[in-house]
């Protein structure tokens, strides 16, 4: 069982207000990644990042931003919410080297914005 | 470009065995992956195959891979009601990059 978790696991905030996503895991993992998931839809690279320090936006154009200043710990923040980002938001993490490139997924979190 | 391609949607009779189909454009995929999605869950990894090889079996998985038709599938033998789920086909060519299908959508009817 993957150690990767993500917090809250459902918010529904009003327009405007800012909110953090949290996504930490325990595995040591370099690469740690966010995507967004329209229900029923696949799966769009928001942010990734190689390590600390370390950030990058992905295919998908997003409003959020990343940050990373622990290995473990790899927040996602919406600075001002709208109903556009309504969506699941899966976070996930993997060593990145040859042979155990697997990602491991957190739960998600579910975003709800009225 | 990269772009891997599943059907949306499966349905089958409890027992039966399910194949999920997956297409993928970029011959250096170097991992294949099949992931599973569960209502209001993130996806878990089923099984992996590396490109160097044809098939892979583990318990009641299957996975088939035909580079030549980069054609890779998943089969499920004895389908229970608890394999209802979307199964996520991906692909990686070596880098950071893990390119995902659209999902397919199993049913299981009891």
């Known amino acids: 069982e993957a150690d990767i978790y993500q917090t809250p696991r459902y918010l529904v905030i009003g327009t405007g207000k800012k909110i953090t996503l949290e996504c930490s895991q325990t595995?040591?993992?370099?690469?740690m990644y966010w995507y967004q998931q329209d229900p029923g839809m696949e799966l769009h690279l928001i942010h990734y990042?190689?390590?600390?320090?370390?950030?990058e936006k992905g295919d998908l154009s997003s409003e959020s931003t990343v940050s990373r200043i622990r290995t473990e710990h790899f927040p996602l923040t919406l600075e001002s919410a709208r109903p556009s980002h309504t969506s699941q938001y899966l976070c996930a993490s993997n060593q990145g080297q040859p042979g155990t490139d697997t990602q491991y997924f957190g739960p998600g979190t579910r975003l709800t914005v009225l | 470009g990269e772009d891997v391609e599943q059907s949306l949607f499966l349905s089958v009779r409890e027992g039966d065995s399910s194949v999920i189909n997956c297409t993928y454009t970029?011959?250096?995929?170097?991992?294949l992956y099949w992931y599973k999605q569960e209502p209001g869950a993130g996806l878990q990894l089923l099984t992996y195959i590396f490109s160097n090889m044809d098939m892979k079996q583990d318990q009641r998985l299957t996975v088939l891979l035909n580079k030549k038709d980069k054609h890779l599938s998943l089969r499920i033998a004895d389908t229970q009601t608890g394999d209802s789920a979307i199964y996520f086909c991906?692909?990686?060519?070596?880098?950071?990059?893990?390119?995902f299908g659209a999902g397919t959508r199993l049913f299981v009817k009891a």
């Open positions: 595995m040591g993992h370099d690469k």
């Open positions: 990042s190689y390590g600390v320090n370390s950030t």
């Open positions: 970029d011959s250096s995929s170097t991992y």
């Open positions: 991906a692909e990686n060519t070596g880098g950071f990059k893990t390119i």
